[in-house]
């Protein structure tokens, strides 16, 4: 919730000779101050630490600076900062704003439940109120408080996939079980410049298949993007294959690699009749290489139980991280004596398998760090069944669970899910995982914002707890950026009007309201050489009129527009 416009009158004025004084935690409050300086554009900028608020203070009222600004957060209580600013408890990403005389001094006073919250006050300071007038910077009046309509807004991505860093050769684009392709340093290029991206516009968390991998720097690379998300306030979720999908450590020569382990133990193997696939249904059925990325293990043996229960608390206490997302494998289920005897899946993935062994795994998650949060995937297109949901009823209350909608999936969930549903699925903590936006559903370069700020307006609405969607392609190309700022700002704040992004989000990038719903309209443009030599047309006058990154995108449209027309097909 806001409380205060962006039109309030004038607090303070900062000129390029002001000083400016923060009082924080230099260390916990890194990024924060990182984010402060570069809004400040250069003014000079002293930080106090908290603890030596008091022994400062008679100094800053002998010279004060030209403007005070106050951090806090769930690391350093507001009262030891500020006792009289202490707000009401704060989500760990929700924020409080205020400017008034504090001491006797102008103040901005920034509080977040935890370090995201006060990461996103500083950019939505910065963002969205600091004034820019000639060489001065203006701060208004403000009085705003804000917290997450969504608690959870996640990314998905694999490792392979995930093209963040253009300048690189490897790149690819879809697969569930390739090689990694990319240079050693490719893993940390990628995923920093994803994570500034989530931190900026607060998306929440990440999850990364293929987190631990050896030819992309192991448990090193890992460790250390841990630490840089981390201190930007965005949580990662390594994906994990239970009894699949390598494991624990996707690939190398590592104990908690799950072809390691099943070499040493050839008995443990899982036995499928029919080879390694999934079917989803916006695309044909997808059939892997026989190859070591395809190995599984048998869900009935306890040894395999053991074994991953020890891994995932490995895991948990040997890196920063802020969860972990759970699979069992979508690629076939075993069907040995004991599997068969226990259940009777006929799909290529079990929910009985899930009920058999995320117990005692989230049990070994929470051992290792107490503040997971614990994603089960529920796999897909099943949200709406509650007979077929019936085995999650006896997992764990506290863990997350996901269930994956594809395009074709949903109208129907748009159309028929509620909150009285939602009241009635086996647990408590639901959110939904899609493929709208992705190569699974042949839309990974394809606007589909209005569907995402569709669906995180559902999701608040029906008392679903937040959504996924993928990661994996660069904001630089403009119709993914427009993709998840939707996605981010309707899970921020539902209450949003699809009218209200365009010209409040997407109006500044785009050289304004109309330049945005033109540019919206142009990128859908049927693919016919008429229409797309017209869309060119208008594009090509933008990009004339437009300079910096309002023209960069424009250029983007109008590449992507010649790729379309030159795509076309020449018998036609």
Same mark, same amino acid.
């Given at each position: 919730?806001?409380?205060?416009?962006?039109?309030?009158?004038?607090?303070?004025?900062?000129?390029?000779?002001?000083?400016?004084?923060?009082?924080?935690?230099?260390?916990?409050?890194?990024?924060?101050?990182?984010?402060?300086?570069?809004?400040?554009?250069?003014?000079?900028?002293?930080?106090?630490?908290?603890?030596?608020?008091?022994?400062?203070?008679?100094?800053?009222?002998?010279?004060?600076?030209?403007?005070?600004?106050?951090?806090?957060?769930?690391?350093?209580?507001?009262?030891?900062?500020?006792?009289?600013?202490?707000?009401?408890?704060?989500?760990?990403?929700?924020?409080?704003?205020?400017?008034?005389?504090?001491?006797?001094?102008?103040?901005?006073?920034?509080?977040?439940?935890?370090?995201?919250?006060?990461?996103?006050?500083?950019?939505?300071?910065?963002?969205?109120?600091?004034?820019?007038?000639?060489?001065?910077?203006?701060?208004?009046?403000?009085?705003?408080?804000?917290?997450?309509?969504?608690?959870?807004?996640?990314?998905?991505?694999?490792? %392979?996939?995930?093209?963040?860093?253009?300048?690189?050769?490897?790149?690819?684009?879809?697969?569930?079980?390739?090689?990694?392709?990319?240079?050693?340093?490719?893993?940390?290029?990628?995923?920093?410049?994803?994570?500034?991206?989530?931190?900026?516009?607060?998306?929440?968390?990440?999850?990364?298949?293929?987190?631990?991998?050896?030819? %992309?720097?192991?448990?090193?690379?890992?460790?250390?993007?841990?630490?840089?998300?981390?201190?930007?306030?965005?949580?990662?979720?390594?994906?994990?294959?239970?009894?699949?999908?390598?494991?624990?450590?996707?690939?190398?020569?590592?104990?908690?690699?799950?072809?390691?382990?099943?070499?040493?133990?050839?008995?443990?193997?899982?036995?499928?009749?029919?080879?390694?696939?999934?079917?989803?249904?916006?695309?044909?059925?997808?059939?892997?290489?026989?190859?070591?990325?395809?190995?599984?293990?048998?869900?009935?043996?306890?040894?395999?139980?053991?074994?991953?229960?020890?891994?995932?608390?490995?895991?948990?206490?040997?890196?920063?991280?802020?969860?972990?997302?759970?699979?069992?494998?979508?690629?076939?289920?075993?069907?040995?004596?004991?599997?068969?005897?226990?259940?009777?899946?006929?799909?290529?993935?079990?929910?009985?398998?899930?009920?058999?062994?995320?117990?005692?795994?989230?049990?070994?998650?929470?051992?290792?760090?107490?503040?997971?949060?614990?994603?089960?995937?529920?796999?897909?297109?099943?949200?709406?069944?509650?007979?077929?949901?019936?085995?999650?009823?006896?997992?764990?209350?506290?863990?997350?669970?996901?269930?994956?909608?594809?395009?074709?999936?949903?109208?129907?969930?748009?159309?028929?899910?509620?909150?009285?549903?939602?009241?009635?699925?086996?647990?408590?903590?639901?959110?939904?995982?899609?493929?709208?936006?992705?190569?699974?559903?042949?839309?990974?370069?394809?606007?589909?914002?209005?569907?995402?700020?569709?669906?995180?307006?559902?999701?608040?609405?029906?008392?679903?707890?937040?959504?996924?969607?993928?990661?994996?392609?660069?904001?630089?190309?403009?119709?993914?950026?427009?993709?998840?700022?939707?996605?981010?700002?309707?899970?921020?704040?539902?209450?949003?009007?699809?009218?209200?992004?365009?010209?409040?989000?997407?109006?500044?990038?785009?050289?304004?309201?109309?330049?945005?719903?033109?540019?919206?309209?142009?990128?859908?443009?049927?693919?016919?050489?008429?229409?797309?030599?017209?869309?060119?047309?208008?594009?090509?006058?933008?990009?004339?009129?437009?300079?910096?990154?309002?023209?960069?995108?424009?250029?983007?449209?109008?590449?992507?527009?010649?790729?379309?027309?030159?795509?076309?097909?020449?018998?036609?």
């Amino acid at each position: 919730m806001t409380l205060s416009a962006a039109s309030a009158p004038a607090f303070t004025r900062i000129s390029p000779r002001s000083r400016v004084t923060v009082v924080g935690d230099s260390a916990c409050h890194a990024h924060a101050l990182r984010r402060l300086r570069h809004y400040l554009n250069g003014r000079a900028v002293e930080v106090i630490a908290a603890s030596d608020l008091a022994t400062a203070l008679p100094a800053l009222r002998r010279d004060p600076p030209d403007l005070v600004v106050l951090l806090s957060d769930s690391t350093t209580p507001s009262a030891e900062v500020a006792p009289e600013q202490i707000p009401e408890p704060l989500a760990a990403d929700a924020f409080a704003i205020r400017t008034e005389m504090w001491q006797g001094l102008p103040s901005l006073i920034l509080t977040g439940g935890g370090r995201p919250g006060l990461i996103y006050a500083v950019n939505e300071v910065g963002m969205r109120h600091l004034i820019a007038r000639e060489d001065w910077l203006e701060l208004p009046t403000l009085d705003v408080r804000s917290s997450p309509a969504l608690p959870y807004r996640l990314l998905w991505t694999w490792d %392979h996939s995930t093209n963040w860093y253009l300048e690189q050769v490897g790149i690819q684009e879809i697969g569930a079980l390739n090689y990694y392709s990319k240079p050693r340093t490719g893993f940390l290029e990628d995923y920093r410049r994803l994570v500034d991206f989530m931190s900026l516009h607060r998306i929440s968390g990440v999850t990364i298949y293929g987190f631990l991998r050896d030819n %992309h720097g192991g448990v090193e690379a890992a460790r250390e993007l841990c630490r840089y998300a981390s201190e930007r306030g965005v949580r990662i979720l390594p994906g994990v294959g239970i009894n699949a999908y390598g494991g624990i450590y996707w690939e190398g020569d590592h104990p908690y690699n799950l072809t390691h382990w099943l070499r040493r133990h050839p008995e443990l193997r899982a036995v499928f009749d029919r080879p390694a696939a999934f079917h989803i249904p916006d695309m044909p059925e997808l059939w892997f290489p026989e190859s070591h990325y395809t190995d599984a293990a048998c869900p009935s043996k306890p040894e395999n139980a053991r074994y991953h229960e020890e891994a995932i608390q490995w895991l948990a206490e040997t890196f920063d991280i802020g969860g972990i997302n759970f699979e069992t494998g979508d690629y076939g289920v075993c069907r040995c004596d004991d599997c068969r005897a226990r259940r009777n899946d006929d799909a290529t993935w079990s929910h009985r398998d899930m009920e058999m062994l995320y117990p005692r795994l989230l049990a070994a998650a929470r051992r290792g760090r107490p503040d997971l949060w614990l994603v089960c995937e529920a796999y897909w297109d099943n949200l709406l069944d509650l007979d077929r949901l019936s085995p999650l009823a006896g997992l764990p209350e506290d863990a997350i669970y996901q269930f994956c909608i594809n395009r074709s999936y949903w109208p129907r969930v748009r159309d028929n899910l509620t909150r009285a549903h939602v009241e009635r699925l086996p647990r408590p903590h639901n959110v939904v995982r899609t493929h709208m936006g992705s190569q699974w559903n042949h839309e990974r370069y394809e606007l589909v914002a209005d569907r995402f700020a569709e669906l995180m307006q559902l999701m608040h609405r029906t008392g679903m707890e937040g959504a996924t969607i993928f990661g994996e392609v660069s904001a630089f190309s403009t119709v993914n950026e427009i993709n998840y700022l939707a996605f981010a700002r309707f899970g921020y704040q539902a209450d949003l009007t699809w009218e209200q992004f365009v010209s409040e989000d997407l109006g500044p990038l785009l050289g304004g309201t109309e330049a945005a719903q033109r540019y919206l309209t142009l990128v859908r443009v049927p693919a016919q050489e008429k229409a797309l030599r017209t869309a060119l047309g208008e594009a090509n006058e933008m990009v004339a009129s437009r300079t910096g990154d309002v023209h960069r995108r424009w250029v983007w449209l109008q590449n992507r527009l010649y790729q379309k027309l030159m795509m076309l097909d020449s018998a036609s």
